[in-house]
């Protein structure tokens, strides 16, 4: 069973920056292999697609957060990041990552709350 396990949230002020990690277990799923990316869901709200970096490293984002968040992966370490800046109050949601065309199932994801 895969099992997608997101860190690195927290509470921050707005103007702050956080990164996120995500990591698989399991062997029957590689991020390696697989374009990645990151969602965020806030109450009420529907869970959207913010970041994705295919296998080879290309990068695409959602107008929203362009300029201030940057997808990355470490392929060596199986691992993908968010790194997170200018925070605002907006940008508070529950974190998620998963392959966008390979979906897993979610993992719990990682509470990240900006303050004003």
């Known amino acids: 069973q895969v099992q997608l396990v997101e860190s690195g949230g927290g509470l921050v002020q707005a103007g702050g920056s956080l990164r996120l990690s995500c990591a698989a277990s399991g062997s029957a799923f590689s991020i390696r292999g697989n374009t990645m990316g990151w969602y965020r869901k806030a109450p009420g709200k529907q869970r959207d697609l913010v970041a994705r970096i295919t296998a080879g490293g290309r990068t695409n984002y959602a107008d929203s957060v362009a300029a201030r968040f940057t997808i990355s992966r470490n392929n060596a370490k199986n691992i993908v990041y968010l790194q997170m800046n200018n925070l605002t109050p907006e940008d508070t949601a529950v974190y998620y990552c998963?392959?966008?065309?390979?979906?897993?199932?979610w993992g719990q994801g990682t509470q990240v709350t900006v303050s004003s």
């Open positions: 998963n392959a966008p065309f390979n979906l897993r199932p």
